[in-house]
């Protein structure tokens, strides 16, 4: 099943559940109209433009039923999919709206009426949720009552809610990614931190812009970053791809999305720099003894053994303790410090509100010279390291898994 940027909830899970369901069916009957007159047509190129990109139908066109087959499939999944790629996206859009017109343009009556209404004991479980008894006949001053359970069904029975909610964040015309592509085009030629995973509107692009991105990524020879961005960069991509996965990823305990982090970056490093990754590495102090890092970042080869990097992740705590614990494991040799803070219950805004006042008040003590918000869930500092006076950076990521805020970041590539 198909979330879409969200439907309104009743508050009861297994009836949100059953809801969802039904309304995947919906839209699987109008794929299913699309893919009948598809197969009366031969599926030809004209055919295919009314929901793919024109570049996409002449480069894949033998992949383009395959994927509104798929696409069908995750409809009829009993799992709930909360994201889908760009491309899937943009494809379910066109066929439902294009259904939805050619319904409304050739059939007597309207798309609403087309559709059988939703079944009675569906109706009756929205009314109990809602604490109204159910009534098939309803006088029109009941109607106006806004809190009303038939509002809710007329609703979700209509075609505006795909409109205005199901595909509300939908802004994947080409004109669109084609300027996310070559504002991105622009950062790599000036060898800047692109903070986006832009994979996916790259299937929408039009072929020129397309064909210049990786021209210029070519050229670039892995971004020709400098460690420190690089390394952001990719905690930056693991950020987004573990809030992709909030429900599998909210049940597990700080050490184990430690790991999880661990063993995203391990073969990247390696590959694309030469960096080493270690857990629980003998590292600075603690209060009593040498204390362990969550996690360091080094070079070991025949140029000889260079630190790069340490991350401490935490649970979200009010003392914020993985800023202070990073703090005491930097010496002359550290070069990059990064923090994960790990927040399952408050809000995104809450947690970054919170961290940028602790870093305020603790300024002078954690010698800390600037903080900038670089992103809306990242923030970065620069400290001063006593050793030496020289300047380290540091940047301070929440790990949002707070199931309210999750779709966040998943939004986030969608509108550049």
């Known amino acids: 099943m198909y979330e879409g940027d969200g439907l309104d909830k009743t508050g009861n899970e297994e009836l949100d559940y059953e809801i969802l369901r039904w309304f995947n069916n919906r839209m699987i009957e109008l794929v299913d109209l699309f893919i ?17 990109p024109r570049n996409f139908v002449e480069d894949n066109f033998e992949l383009c039923k395959h994927i509104i087959l798929d696409i069908k499939d995750i409809l009829e999944s009993e799992i709930i999919y909360t994201n889908i790629r760009p491309l899937y996206k943009y494809v379910l859009f066109h066929i439902i709206t294009g259904e939805i017109e050619f319904i409304n343009e ?15 004991e569906l109706v009756k479980e929205i009314y109990k949720a809602k604490n109204y008894e159910y009534n098939s006949k309803l006088a029109e001053e009941v109607i106006e009552d806004e809190e009303h359970p038939i509002h809710f069904i007329r609703f979700l029975q209509s075609e505006d809610i795909f409109y205005d909610v199901v595909f509300d964040e939908l802004a994947l015309d080409v004109d669109i990614c084609d300027g996310i592509i ?4 622009e950062k790599l030629k000036n060898k800047e931190w ?3 995973d832009i994979s996916g ?3 929408l692009a039009s072929r020129p812009v397309k064909e210049e991105y990786y021209k210029v990524v070519k050229e670039s020879k892995d971004l020709n970053l400098p ?30 999305i430690s ?30 003894e040498i204390g362990k890092a969550d996690m360091i970042l080094f070079r070991n080869n025949n140029r000889g053994y260079d630190n790069i990097a340490v991350i401490e992740s935490k649970m979200y705590n009010a003392h914020f303790n993985e800023i202070k614990q990073l703090l005491g494991y930097m010496n002359i040799h550290v070069k990059l410090g990064i923090t994960i803070t790990i927040n399952k219950n408050r809000g995104l805004a809450d947690v970054i509100e919170a961290m940028s006042n602790y870093i305020e008040r603790e ?33 301070h990521f929440v790990l949002q898994l707070n199931g309210e805020e999750f779709e966040r970041y998943a939004k986030e590539v969608r509108n550049g």
Request: proline share 1%; aromatic share 8%.
């Open 36 to 52: 009948d007159i598809g197969d009366d047509s031969g599926w030809d190129e004209d055919y295919l433009l009314n929901c793919f």
């Open 106 to 120: 050739t059939e007597e009556n309207s798309f609403e009426e087309t559709f059988s209404p939703m079944n009675v």
């Open 182 to 185: 070559m504002s991105c085009i």
């Open 194 to 196: 692109q903070p986006h």
């Open 201 to 203: 509107i790259l299937e």
């Open 227 to 256: 460690d420190e961005q690089f390394i952001v960069q990719e905690i930056d991509s693991v950020i987004k791809l573990l809030c992709n996965r909030t429900r599998e990823i909210q049940e597990l305990s700080e050490n184990q």
């Open 259 to 288: 790991n999880y982090i661990e063993y995203m970056l391990k073969r990247l490093l390696i590959l694309n720099r030469d960096i080493q990754i270690e857990r629980e590495e003998l590292l600075g102090f603690s209060s009593v």
């Open 363 to 395: 300024k002078e003590n954690l010698h800390i010279l600037q903080v900038d918000k670089e992103r809306e869930y990242m923030l970065h500092t620069t400290i001063k390291n006593l050793q030496d006076n020289s300047v380290i950076n540091c940047y």
